[in-house]
């Protein structure tokens, strides 16, 4: 899992055109891995499968920020993905999430 973690961040570093130092941490690595099975089970009541690169609980994208690009996503329910739009709607921060599109 570190191995596979320090390749993405290896090609992240590679594709952002600066110099980078790619620091990863196995403790975690493992950790992150094992999150998506506690997911699983707390809001489907089984353990998720296997299916290649794309895990069935985790929508992840790399997104081109300001500065650089950040990577991130949501898991678990829909009401995860609600109660998130919904909290950065109430802070101003949702922009054009809202809408219908």
């Known amino acids: ?3 596979a973690h320090a390749a993405l961040g290896a090609l992240l570093g590679a594709v952002s055109g600066t110099s980078q130092l790619v620091d990863v941490s196995v403790q975690e690595a493992v950790a992150a891995t094992l999150e998506t099975g506690a997911i699983g089970w707390i809001h489907a ?3 998720p499968v ?3 690169g794309v ?3 985790v929508a992840h994208r790399i997104l081109r920020a300001a500065d650089g690009y950040v990577a991130g996503g949501y ?4 009401r995860m993905w609600t109660d998130l739009l919904a909290w950065m709607a ?3 921060d949702a922009g054009d999430l809202t809408d219908d599109r």
């Open 1 to 3: 899992m570190a191995g």
């Open 45 to 47: 009541g089984r353990f």
């Open 50 to 52: 296997r299916s290649g």
């Open 55 to 57: 895990h069935e609980y």
């Open 75 to 78: 898991s678990g329910s829909d």
């Open 90 to 92: 109430e802070s101003g």
